[in-house]
T-cell receptor, first 112, second 117 residues
Framework: DAEITQSPRHKITETGRQVTLACHQT?????MFWYRQDLGHGLRLIHY???????NKGEVSDGYSVSRSNTEDLPLTLESAASSQTSVYFC???????????FGPGTRLLVL | AQKVTQAQTEISVVEKEDVTLDCVYE???????LFWYKQPPSGELVFLIR??????QNEISGRYSWNFQKSTSSFNFTITASQVVDSAVYFC??????????????FGGGTRVLVKP
């Protein structure tokens, strides 16, 4: 069955380190998204991509970057992790501009 | 800019009671989509329902129903005869419909529902 996966599911890192969170989908969806979930804020959009080589900034993009080299993957990189980036990160994908987004299981990141 | 407000932060009910979750949204678009997602204690986000702005017909799907009122910018969600397994955080979300906007979602802050046996 087609699915969307994230790895690692849990990560502990130190302030200043570079961290990459993986997202992989097998639906062949064009659109992929990264959100972070914090208490009291719901989910907020970090970056998104509408296809290979396309990336766009979302509402809370500072300190994060993404790259899209193929349809299946959209890795999220924290260039220099900060304690404020401790959060739960969700990846999502959708088939087109008006399709429903389906979410991965999430990655819980702790920055010490 | 889009905004979604879920004024209820937490609702506690006894099993078999009905639960209604409020959602109020703001958008300048005339065409948009509204969603409800469920996040059970296990943490994943599960898609529940989707409604297009040009279709105000309210529907029922099993124990779920929703009331979309464009005039008041509200998209309320009801769980009938609640069960313990309905305990979760429920998110309302909004996306623009224009091709340029893609389908970026704006989420409300979520409502935690606790169903007690």
């Amino acid at each position: 069955d087609a699915e969307i996966t994230q790895s690692p599911r849990h990560k502990i890192t130190e302030t200043g380190r570079q961290v990459t969170l993986a997202c992989h989908q097998t639906w062949n969806h064009n659109n992929m998204f990264w959100y972070r979930q914090d208490l009291g804020h719901g989910l907020r959009l970090i970056h998104y991509s509408y296809g290979v080589q396309d990336t766009n900034k979302g509402e809370v993009s500072d300190g994060y970057s993404v790259s899209r080299s193929n349809t299946e993957d959209l890795p999220l990189t924290l260039e220099s992790a900060a304690s404020s980036q401790t959060s739960v990160y969700f990846c999502a994908s959708s088939g087109g501009g008006r399709e429903t987004q389906y979410f991965g299981p999430g990655t819980r990141l702790l920055v010490l | 800019a889009q905004k979604v407000t879920q004024a209820q932060t937490e609702i506690s009910v006894v099993e078999k009671e009905d639960v209604t979750l409020d959602c109020v949204y703001e958008t300048r678009d005339t065409t948009y989509y509204l969603f409800w997602y469920k996040q059970p204690p296990s943490g994943e986000l599960v898609f529940l329902i989707r409604r297009n702005s040009f279709d105000e017909q309210n529907e029922i799907s099993g124990r779920y129903s929703w009331n979309f009122q464009k005039s008041t910018s509200s998209f309320n969600f009801t769980i009938t005869a609640s069960q313990v397994v309905d305990s979760a955080v429920y998110f309302c979300a909004l996306s623009e419909a224009s091709k340029a906007a893609g389908n970026k979602l704006t989420f409300g802050g979520g409502t935690r529902v606790l169903v007690k046996p």
